[in-house]
């Protein structure tokens, strides 16, 4: 017979407490606590050290971080070799429709960071996560920027409240 401190313990049952909540039953103070509850957890999936989690996860993890923002915000996910998160910065703040991305401050950033991949996001305020020609062309600025020094551009997220975009996956890179 296995003692209470030996390997062959009982399976525990494992519950999904979260599912017998109900969106449209919560107060606003309980829907800003889960966002900050799932916030903190898809945090934990892209702190420092971390390997990049599922695609879907990171854009989930944008969406929360920056779809609420009233004016723009443009920042990067600095990656190493084995892309890895070295660090998530939010690098240029703007207005309601645009935000000024200045590539020798990408540069700096990475080579401070010694990354050597890189992730864009910025957020879209009009709730259109659409592309525009300034987005296009400030990606491939950077791009090429930051290709002189052997940094790889693996994405640029463009997210809203209620989709994505992701550059990638529409060949724009």
């Known amino acids: 017979?296995?003692?209470k401190n030996s390997p062959a313990k009982a399976k525990q049952t494992v519950?999904?407490?979260?599912?017998v909540l109900d969106p449209e039953t919560l107060n606003d103070i309980e829907k800003q606590s889960l966002l900050e509850l799932a916030l903190n957890v898809l945090s934990m999936l892209h702190q420092p050290g971390a390997e990049l989690p599922t695609p879907n996860q990171t854009r989930d993890f944008l969406r929360l971080l920056l779809a609420q923002r009233r004016a723009e915000v443009f920042g990067c996910m600095f990656l190493d070799n084995q892309h890895r998160v070295l660090e998530t910065v939010e690098l240029f703040q703007g207005t309601i429709d645009g935000a000024?991305?200045?590539?020798?401050v990408v540069v700096q950033?990475?080579?401070?960071?010694?990354?050597?991949?890189?992730?864009?996001?910025?957020?879209?305020?009009?709730?259109?996560a659409e592309p525009s020609h300034a987005d296009v062309a400030i990606t491939k600025r950077l791009t090429k920027a930051l290709g002189l020094i052997d940094i790889r551009v693996l994405d640029h997220f463009i997210v809203t409240v209620g989709d994505s975009v992701s550059f990638a996956e529409r060949g724009l890179l």
Request: charged share 5%; hydrophobic share 50%.
């Open 15 to 19: 519950t999904n407490r979260m599912a």
């Open 1 to 3: 017979m296995a003692s």
């Open 100 to 104: 000024s991305v200045y590539p020798r």
């Open 109 to 128: 950033q990475a080579l401070l960071l010694n990354a050597a991949a890189v992730m864009f996001f910025h957020n879209h305020p009009s709730g259109v």
